[in-house]
């Protein structure tokens, strides 16, 4: 049989990475416990200069977690992966991993309101500035944007909740010039629909609390590498770009990640020293939870694509739906990126506007009966939510509006249930509007 990871991605899915032994459960066991067991001080002494994968202590990982961040990396097509407690952890330890106080970062503006705030409030007290600029930019005027500490480049491959398509090979290629990874952060679009280390993107990041897991289970979070980075890139001064991973560490008796770990470098001390200071460690219970989702992932999204589109196609020929905006809808603004970076589907996530603004928006979420009014998207169950007045709250109008938030913009993330039915029940909403 051929590597697990030249398979197709169905079988991945369903195979990858964990394998039982003879007479072992077919299910990835949950190992429940804190600790782990070892009869001499050589083999412990081993754990601790990271010369063995075994697992120490559940702060550091279990073979629960670590089956799932294989999955996750074989997914992604990537070399390694490193789980977090949930989706915000996991873009804060891809930053951190590589950046300190004094460093600056590029990332386009249509994110995720969470990650927004804390690039533009947590980091910023920790002396890491982060500069957002309009990602639909041409390559040359983001290059432009370089400085002499720039150390990484952000973007989401679809915007949540601007549902914005990245130009991917666009930040690959501005990023290869500044000579800086590229992260994206794939959780709407999925592995199932995208895999942007195809196109140039270094590190991957995920909020699994989404379509991964996708029944509403478990909180938490991925990093997964591309393997395709070289972390001993210069300044122009000579000195190293990235000496996190590239020069000695003095917390590991002076061992350089990138030297001892090559294309697993960047997860390994995401665990080693991120995982380890921070604790933001996921829970074997949510890493199983999330894998069994996974399981299931292309077939899921196959059909949340299915159901997206005709919702989407019911409502762009609405009388009272103002506007609508899916990547998956002809003339959309994103529409042709689309087509070129998920070929398969836009995704389940679309967002539009009740004719009337805010208050005819209010009005037709209560009138909702199937589709359930959740902070929450990527789930089996048809989800709604009004950003402004909650996700996005926090944000001055002026920043929802840069971030793509229209006042009476409405999220709506397309679930698994009979299209029919989530059509007759926005169908029914939206008449007691009028
Ligand atoms: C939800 C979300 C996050 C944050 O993830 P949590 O698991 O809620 O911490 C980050 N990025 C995107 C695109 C998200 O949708």
Known sequence: MKDMKDLGFETRCVHGAYKAGSAGPQNLPIVQSTTYRYYNAQDVAELFDLDSPNPMYARLGSPTVDAFEQKMALLEGGTAGMAASSGQAANLISLLNICE?????????????????????????????????????????????????????????????????????????????????????????????????????????????????????????????????????????????????????????????????????????????????????????????????????DVRMERHVKNANAVAEFLSNHPMVDWIIYPGLEGDKYYDLAQKYMPKGAGAVMSFGVKGGRAAGEKFLENLELCSIVVHVGDIHTSVLHPASTTHRQLSEEAQLAAGIDPGLIRLSVGLETPEDIIADLSQALDKVK
């Not at 001892?260 to 995982?275: M, Y």
């Open 101 to 297: 106080a004094g460093d600056h970062v590029l990332s386009g503006t249509n994110i995720y309101g969470g990650t927004y705030n804390l690039f533009n409030v947590t980091l910023r007290k920790l002396g890491i500035d982060v500069e957002f600029f309009d990602q639909d930019m041409p390559l040359e005027d983001i290059v432009a944007l370089q400085r002499p500490n720039t150390r990484a480049l952000f973007g989401e491959t679809l915007g949540n909740p601007a549902l914005s398509v990245l130009d991917l090979e666009k930040f690959a290629a501005a990023a290869a010039q500044m000579k800086v990874p590229f992260i994206v952060d794939n959780t709407l679009a999925t592995p199932a629909l995208c895999r942007p280390i195809e196109y140039g993107a270094n590190i991957v990041t995920h909020s699994t609390t989404k379509f991964a897991d996708g029944h509403g289970t478990s909180i938490g979070g991925c990093v997964i590498e591309g393997g395709n980075f070289d972390w001993t890139v210069k300044n122009d001064d000579g000195s190293l770009k990235f000496p996190s991973m590239a020069a000695p560490d003095e917390s590991y008796h002076g061992l350089n990640f990138y030297e001892k770990f090559g294309d697993a470098a960047f997860c390994t001390r995401l665990k080693a020293v991120l995982i380890r200071d921070l604790g933001c460690t996921m829970a074997p219970m949510n890493a199983y939870l999330t894998h069994q989702g996974l399981q299931t992932l």
